[in-house]
């Protein structure tokens, strides 16, 4: 697979980090093409260009719709023959117009155990709900939000006296451990998606 990788970020930027690291240890064999930001004071942006990646703000209230703004982030992405998208804390549903630019080829890491706790606040959602097990999950992206087929997941326990913060903080450690690797998993090949499934290593 084209291992040319465009990693979409809002904001801090840690997981975009982790997946520097992990290229630069070894641990991830591909390349990040380019960091695209929705927002100009995203702290991504510096660590982007403190690795030397080039980095592009594309304001999305700079567009008259969904689509237009769509439209041209993949041509940022096909200038760039990027082959992978990880999207890393990219605050912005995508529709019809990316997705299908890119079937099967966009990851996102969402920090909670899909398909419980999908959208905003993830975190604080599972403290108020009290489950005793929580995690991450990073998954292939189509058009629902949080819902594409399964990649990876690790679980995290719940503490009794977490807040949403300190549960946060737990669930990044595995976000940053399993990105990397989930990327790495795809960009290896040898699976396929079968219905809801990704299964790796069968036909
Ligand atoms: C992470 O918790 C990620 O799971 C969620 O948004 C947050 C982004 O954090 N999608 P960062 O910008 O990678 O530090």
Known sequence: MNRNIGV????????LQAIIDAIRDGRLDARIAVVISNRADAHGLERAREAGIETVVRDHKAWPSREAYE?????????????????????????????GAFPNRILNIHPALLPSFPGLHA???AVDHGVKISGVTVHLVDTNLDAGPIVMQAAVPVLDDDTEDTLADRILVEEHRIYPEAIQRILAGGWSVQGRRLVFGGQ
């Open 71 to 99: 439209a041209v982030l993949v041509g940022d992405l096909r200038a760039r023959d990027v082959g992978l998208v990880c999207l890393a804390g990219f605050m912005r549903l995508l529709g019809a117009t990316f997705v």
């Open 8 to 15: 979409l970020i809002s904001g801090r930027g840690s997981n």
């Open 123 to 125: 975190q604080r959602q």
